[in-house]
């Protein structure tokens, strides 16, 4: 029987350019890690999950903190409940392998199917830890030293890494990877989003939302742009609200759903009063500012 070619193509809520389709198709191809940046809000996290649906796939979430260790994800000795057993419990503490637990990585490797893991925010841990996974992404299999036993992935998992470079990853681990930069929607590209999110929406509407969602988005020194997230929660609230389409650019109405900084929201009302325009109070901007 010949094998089924996988091939992903963006999901029913997921729109992929055809660049970043090339990207995973050829990362699952070459069975090499595929690691996705681009600036918060352009749905790094969401594509793990859309090719895990569009390949019909289980998905595996290994999310990322500062004090991750690249061996968390291997496997875990829970060496302080075997202690409590030892004194008050029943179980045979002799059997080590009872208090070895796997970590994301080690499931993906035992899992009867192929599973697509993602490593959420690979840049928040430590400087080393990218090369402390480099040795088991290559051979696919790690050591258990307390059980003695090689673990030995049965099948090669889908890997997705993501990166909000705030560290700069090691050159070796970048060579194993196929990168992919997913750039900020253009306004042609956004429309198609928010449509498939909200097929309802009247044209006007989504046309004068855009443009004041990207007019904000072109204020110089904001701390944190409007990303595509915010921009959905954005046009819901303008749905649910009963905002007009003449409203919006006048009154830049909900704007806390867009801006959450306090700065930023100084720094747009700045901009306003420069642009010779006065938001109305129901934009959420605070008449002492």
Not at 72 to 88: A, H, M
Not at 159 to 171: G, Q
Not at 200 to 216: G, K, S
Request: with cysteine.
């Amino acid at each position: 029987m010949k094998k089924k070619e996988l091939a992903f193509s963006g999901t029913g809520d997921y729109i992929a350019s055809q660049e970043l389709q090339n990207s995973v198709n050829v990362a699952v191809a070459l069975g090499r890690p595929l690691l996705i940046k681009g600036e918060p809000g352009t749905g790094k996290t969401m594509l793990a999950r859309s090719i895990a649906e569009g390949l019909e796939k289980e998905l595996l979430i290994w999310n990322i903190k500062s004090t991750t260790k690249a061996r968390d994800g291997l496997y875990i000795y829970d060496t302080v409940q075997r202690l409590y057993d030892s004194q008050f419990g029943d179980h045979d503490v002799a059997d080590i392998s009872h208090y070895i637990k796997l970590g994301r990585l080690g499931e993906s490797f035992t899992a009867p199917e192929q599973v697509v893991l993602l490593i959420d925010e690979i840049d928040k841990a430590d400087l080393e830890f990218p090369n402390d996974l480099l040795w088991e992404l290559d051979i696919m299999s790690f050591h258990i030293p307390e059980t003695r036993e090689t673990v030995e992935a049965r099948h090669r998992p889908i890997v997705v890494i993501t990166s909000n470079a705030e560290k700069e990853l090691p050159d070796a681990f970048l060579r194993r990877c196929i990168f992919h930069y997913i750039a900020f929607p253009d306004a042609e590209m956004m429309a198609e989003i928010v449509k498939v999110h909200y097929p309802e929406l009247e044209n006007r509407l989504l046309d004068e939302a855009l443009d004041a969602f990207y007019w904000l988005r072109s204020v110089g020194g904001l701390q944190k742009k409007p990303s595509t997230s915010e921009l959905l929660d954005w046009v819901q609230a303008l749905t649910a609200g009963g905002i007009k389409p003449e409203q919006i650019m006048d009154e830049l109405p909900f704007l806390g759903v867009l801006i959450k900084k306090d700065q930023d929201f100084k720094t747009v009302l700045q901009r306003l009063h420069r642009d010779g325009k006065e938001v109305k109070p129901v934009a959420g901007i605070p008449r002492s500012w």
